[in-house]
């Protein structure tokens, strides 16, 4: 008996407890709308599984370009250093660098603090490593997706053997008490 479990927010083809679903009771109908749910899901999971890592590219890099920027060289040696400031992703304004100590980053939400490249570099691990941890979360949620979608289609091809086994069965048993 193929089920499908519910585990919060999830499906799951597991019948580990949870709430299941059995999709051998439902209706072609059913499935098929079923299938649609899980694959419009499979597509969102899969969207928000590619933004997580485009976050985690840019934080790698941002730490990248403290590292190089400020951890590398003596604090003297880059102050009054000539840098290009990113207004957008493809406007930049020339700047010099003040305070080589002083490194302002954004925790999140608009708010920003001042700290020290090292500490700078520990706030965008801390960042990275939650990033990368929801990314394993969401990608662990798009394969119980698409193991649904797989259970689900899997169901349905059974069912549409099932009727037309039944039509045979009907043409069959036509033709024989036809023949008598």
Wanted: charged content about 25%; cysteine-free; overall charge positive.
């Amino acid at each position: 008996m193929a089920r499908l479990s519910v585990i919060t927010p999830l499906l799951s083809t597991a019948s580990d407890g949870g709430n299941a679903i059995n999709i051998d009771t439902m209706s072609l109908d059913q499935l098929n709308q079923l299938k649609s749910q899980q694959e419009s899901r499979l597509e969102q999971l899969t969207a928000q599984y590619h933004q997580l890592r485009a976050v985690s590219a840019r934080l790698s890099t941002a730490k990248a370009a403290v590292a190089d920027a400020f951890s590398n060289t003596s604090s003297s040696n880059n102050e009054g250093r000539q840098i290009m400031i990113p207004l957008t992703e493809s406007l930049y304004a020339p700047g010099k660098i003040v305070d080589a100590n002083k490194i302002v980053v954004e925790l999140g939400a608009g708010f920003f603090v001042e700290k020290s490249s090292k500490d700078a570099i520990k706030v965008l691990e801390r960042k990275s490593k939650i990033v990368d941890a929801n990314s394993e979360n969401v990608l662990a949620a798009a394969e119980a997706s698409s193991k649904n979608v797989e259970a689900v289609k899997g169901a349905m091809q059974g069912k549409i053997l099932e009727i037309q086994a039944r039509q045979q069965g009907r043409a069959f048993r036509n033709k024989v008490e036809g023949g008598e």
